[in-house]
Structure formats: C-alpha cells, structure tokens
C-alpha cells in the first residue's frame, strides 16, 4: 500500500512540467549502448552535495518514471524496468541491462537535494546494433587472353544492425567499382536492417579485398589470382613433354628391337600363329 502511494507520488511529481529548473549548464549529454549489452546513466552531479530523491524518468508524449529513490529507500518500478534497472545511490547513476532498440531516447534525472529544491539533467542514450560478419562472396570471369584482365562480381552482405550502413570496399579501388545491386531491407519486427551490395569490379593483378558494414569486417579473399592461367600453360607443357617422351622412348625401341632381331622360330610360327614371343617386337611378320 505504501509501495503504491510512493509509486503514485512519483509519477505525479515527475509528470509536472519538468522545464522550470533546467540550468543553462546542463547541455544534454550523449551516450551510446548497443543492443543486448548495458549501460549506465549518470547524472551529472557533485556527490558531495547530499541528495534525498532521485527520479530517473524516459521523454516521450508523457514523462515514464523508471527508476529511482526517495530518502534512501527504492520506489516502485514498473514492470518492464524491474529487472533490467539498478539505481546506485552513491554514484547517483542507474545501470539499464539487456538494452533494446527501444530503449532509445532522451532520458531526465530529477535531482531533489538540501541545496536546491530541483535540479535536471538531460541524458540522450542512442542505440546501436552490431552486424553481423558480413559474407563476401566473388565470382571472376576466365581470363580469355583478348580482354585486358578479369571481371569479378563480388557480394557482401550482412544483417541484424542498426543504423543501416553502407558497404565499404577494402582493397579496391574506389573509383572502379560499379555497383550493380544495392540492397537494403528493415525486419519489421526487430527493427534491424540487412544490406548486400553486389558490384563489378575488373583487375589485372591479384588482390586483397574485404568489405565492411557497419564497422563488421568480412574474411579477407584473394581475387584475379595469377595462378589460374600458368596453371594451365605447366599442364600443358607437361602433358606435351610426357608425349614426346613417349615418342622418343618408343622410337628407340623399335630400333633396338630392329637390331636385335631374333632367328625366325618357322615351326612354331607356321603351327600356331598366336605363339609369337613378345620380346620378337614387330619383326615377324617381315622375317617370314
Ligand atoms: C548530442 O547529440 C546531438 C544530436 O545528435 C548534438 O546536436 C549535440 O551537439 C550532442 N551533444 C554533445 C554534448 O555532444
Ligand atoms: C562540490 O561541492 C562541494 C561542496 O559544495 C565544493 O566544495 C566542491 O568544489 C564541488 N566540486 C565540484 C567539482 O564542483
Ligand atoms: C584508380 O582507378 C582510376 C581509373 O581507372 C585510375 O585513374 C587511378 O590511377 C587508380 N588509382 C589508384 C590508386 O590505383
Ligand atoms: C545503398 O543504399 C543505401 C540505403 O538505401 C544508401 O544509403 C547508399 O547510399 C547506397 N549506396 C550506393 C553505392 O548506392
Ligand atoms: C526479424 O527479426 C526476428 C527477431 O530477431 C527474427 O526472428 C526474424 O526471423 C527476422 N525476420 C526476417 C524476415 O529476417
Ligand atoms: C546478395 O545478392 C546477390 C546478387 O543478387 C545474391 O547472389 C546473394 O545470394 C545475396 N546474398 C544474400 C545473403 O541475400
Ligand atoms: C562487369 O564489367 C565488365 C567490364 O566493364 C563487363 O565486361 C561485364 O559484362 C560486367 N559484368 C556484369 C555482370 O555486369
Ligand atoms: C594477400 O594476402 C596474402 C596473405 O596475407 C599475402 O601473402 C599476399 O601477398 C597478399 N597479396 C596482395 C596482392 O596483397
């Protein structure tokens, strides 16, 4: 029961209008978090001036009191801040966990001390969602010999970050890369974005390239690799070395065999024709 009075008493201080004392020495401040991690919103006062009720409260079209005390003792939290806010009374700060894109927004500590009856400050958190690694994917077309160098189509894409990000190409040169597709999509449920971007990009000596979105690096790829075309041109010659190879070994066989013909075997070559000793070569047919 006191609990809801302390809470009812809260919002109805902190729904008043809240302009009155703000100093000109109170610039808003900002900070930034980044989804599902946590941050802490302190409010920017001396700490050795003793303060007996803090509210920290969310702007929006009606003032949202999320956390807080009043002489020393927690009041009520709503329950969507209950688990995720812890107010430090000493360090009159309040650590906010889990944060989600929601959580964006201009923040009020109300300062309540012996000093001055009020005091405000204005802390404004944005909030960021990390990508994920962007996959980089490439295609390169065969070096055919005419055209100077090789086209690649390369993609990189990457989702789940907020703001939306543009595609950075590591390794390229700016002024050649032709962007054929630049695709951006917002998943309406979580309010995140995907990117992929797919560009042209010709070279003629192999390079390193990796893209970014959103300060998330891809894996580091090779593209216009010179390995590809001598790759090749060794198989070749290999395969033509092996053949005259070949050639020269059987040339020199017939020879020796020429050489070394053996006595006609007339018995059992005119008996049975399919008994020709192997090592007889060729030479039969003509001693006959
Ligand atoms: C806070 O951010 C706002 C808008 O993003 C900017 O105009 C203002 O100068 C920033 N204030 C400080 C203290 O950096
Ligand atoms: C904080 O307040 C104390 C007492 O009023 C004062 O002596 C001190 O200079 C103040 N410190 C700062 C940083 O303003
Ligand atoms: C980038 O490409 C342009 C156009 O092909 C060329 O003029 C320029 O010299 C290149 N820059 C570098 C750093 O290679
Ligand atoms: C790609 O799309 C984004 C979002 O629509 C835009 O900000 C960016 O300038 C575009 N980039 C290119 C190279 O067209
Ligand atoms: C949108 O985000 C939610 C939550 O992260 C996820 O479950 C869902 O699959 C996403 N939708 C699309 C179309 O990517
Ligand atoms: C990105 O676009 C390219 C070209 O349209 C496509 O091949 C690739 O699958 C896309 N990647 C993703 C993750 O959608
Ligand atoms: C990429 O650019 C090269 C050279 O400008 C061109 O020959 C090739 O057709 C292009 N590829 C695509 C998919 O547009
Ligand atoms: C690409 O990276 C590899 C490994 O880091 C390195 O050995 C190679 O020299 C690099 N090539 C170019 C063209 O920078």
Not at 73 to 87: F, I, M, N
Not at 94 to 122: A, P, W
Request: overall charge neutral; hydrophobic content about 35%; some cysteine.
């Amino acid at each position: 029961m006191e609990n809801t009075a302390c809470f009812l008493l809260a919002l109805v201080v902190t729904l008043v209008p809240v302009s009155t004392t703000l100093g000109d020495n109170n610039k808003p401040k900002n900070i930034s978090a980044v989804v599902g991690r946590s941050v802490t919103f302190r409010c920017p006062w001396n700490l050795s001036i003793p303060v007996y009720r803090l509210y920290i409260q969310k702007l929006g079209n009606q003032p949202l009191f999320i956390n807080g005390f009043n002489n020393g003792k927690k009041l009520p939290v709503s329950p969507e801040y209950q688990d995720r806010t812890e107010v430090n009374q000493a360090e009159l700060s309040m650590e906010m966990t889990n944060i989600k894109l929601s959580d964006e927004g201009s923040y009020k500590c109300v300062v309540f001390s012996s000093t001055s009856s009020r005091d405000i400050f204005q802390i404004n958190l944005k909030v960021t969602a990390e990508f994920t690694t962007p996959e980089l994917k490439s295609e390169c077309s065969e070096n055919d010999g005419a055209k100077k160098g090789r086209s690649c189509q390369m993609s990189c894409s990457a989702a789940g970050g907020y703001p939306v990000s543009d595609v950075k190409w590591l390794g390229l040169n700016q002024s050649r890369i032709r962007v054929l597709q630049n695709e951006t999509a917002e998943n309406s449920t979580s309010k995140t974005w995907s990117v992929n971007q797919t560009i042209n990009y010709t070279c003629e000596h192999p390079i390193n390239v990796s893209c970014d979105i959103g300060g998330s690096d891809s894996h580091t790829i090779t593209i216009c690799e010179a390995e590809s075309f001598p790759l090749k041109v060794i198989v070749a010659i290999v395969f033509v070395l092996v053949f005259v190879m070949l050639l020269v070994l059987a040339f020199f066989m017939m020879l020796f065999c020429r050489r070394q013909r053996p006595q006609p075997y007339r018995a059992d070559h005119q008996v049975d024709g399919a008994h020709i000793p192997l090592d007889d070569c060729h030479s039969q047919r003509q001693s006959v």
